[in-house]
């Protein structure tokens, strides 16, 4: 299962971005998609969780402001951040629990980051 993320970009504090992140490979289901992030000289932190039942769960931080979705006949998940401020910036990773064809159990995925800069 490979995951591609995209979307992130310079945009100016207060302004918007959405990420999205697309799964490949032989997938037989998706259980949970999450997306994380991770500033320089910071430790990884969940912000945003939606699971198969498409129950959400955001990071405080993030609350009222960003907002998880998913497409599950594309494999897909979203992430519309709003009101973006300067200290939302940082590497964006999506990451989902999958089982993929041929495996007996699911196992944790990891896209490879995108940029997201929030700044005047």
């Known amino acids: 299962v490979q995951l591609q993320a995209s979307g992130g970009g310079l945009v100016q504090p207060g302004g918007s971005l959405s990420l999205s992140c697309a799964a490949s490979?032989?997938?037989?289901?998706?259980?949970?998609w999450n997306w994380y992030r991770q500033a320089p000289g910071k430790q990884r932190e969940l912000v945003a969780a939606?699971?198969?039942?498409?129950?959400?769960n955001y990071a405080d931080s993030v609350k009222g402001r960003f907002t998880i979705s998913r497409d599950n006949a594309k494999n897909t998940v979203y992430l519309q951040m709003n009101s973006l401020k300067p200290e939302d910036t940082a590497v964006y990773y999506c990451?989902?629990?999958?089982?993929?064809?041929?495996?007996?159990?699911?196992?944790?995925?990891w896209g490879q980051g995108t940029l997201v800069t929030v700044s005047s």
């Open positions: 990451n989902c629990y999958a089982k993929k064809g041929g495996s007996a159990w699911f196992s944790y995925y």
């Open positions: 490979g032989s997938i037989i289901s998706i259980n949970d």
């Open positions: 939606i699971n198969s039942h498409g129950i959400t």
